[in-house]
């Protein structure tokens, strides 16, 4: 019975650490952003993407978003984007893997090396996809007296473990 608690903590745990991976990467960051002035391809080499993170484009409105091919980010073409955006905050989320390619469509930004080459990898192999013991709607499975209280220790010690280690 106490290395099954010892389980179901563990599995909550890691539960939040796997919620903890998912990462969110503000292009340009730390120091820097979506302008002329970073260096947007150190900054995209020095960054691990993996599926379900986020890309976060924060910029002045003088800037924009092209998603681009290949071919486009080779040569900073900014006729026929596949997608456009603009606003000056954008969150476009990773959810399949491969490279995407994303550049400034504001004439002569390219150039100066507003591009980014974002290679997106499969989830690492460690962190799972939950199990699909829980269909969505489904009930809970039934409570045991004391494990509801259990869970919820662990959940407050995996919380203070991962601020810890943040
Ligand atoms: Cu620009």
């Given at each position: 019975m106490a290395v099954q608690r010892a389980l179901v903590c563990l599995a909550a745990i890691a539960m939040l650490f796997q919620l903890a991976i998912a990462a969110n990467h503000p292009v340009g960051a730390p120091g820097g952003s979506w302008d002329t002035s970073t260096d947007l391809k150190a900054w995209a080499v020095s960054q691990t993407f993996s599926v379900g993170d986020n890309l976060i484009f924060k910029y002045t409105t003088n800037h924009d978003v092209l998603e681009v091919t290949k071919a486009n980010y080779d040569s900073c073409g900014t006729s026929n984007p596949m997608k456009t955006h603009t606003g000056g905050n954008r969150v476009i989320p990773l959810s399949t893997p491969?490279?995407?390619?994303?550049?400034?469509?504001?004439?002569g930004h390219c150039g100066q090396g507003m591009k980014i080459e974002v290679d997106t990898t499969a989830a690492a192999a460690n962190s799972p996809k939950s199990p699909p013991g829980t269909p969505s709607g489904g009930s809970p499975p039934p409570p045991k007296s004391s494990n509801g209280e259990n869970l919820h220790t662990c959940i407050t010690l995996g919380i203070g473990l991962m601020l810890m280690l943040v």
């Open positions: 491969g490279k995407r390619y994303f550049i400034c469509g504001t004439a």
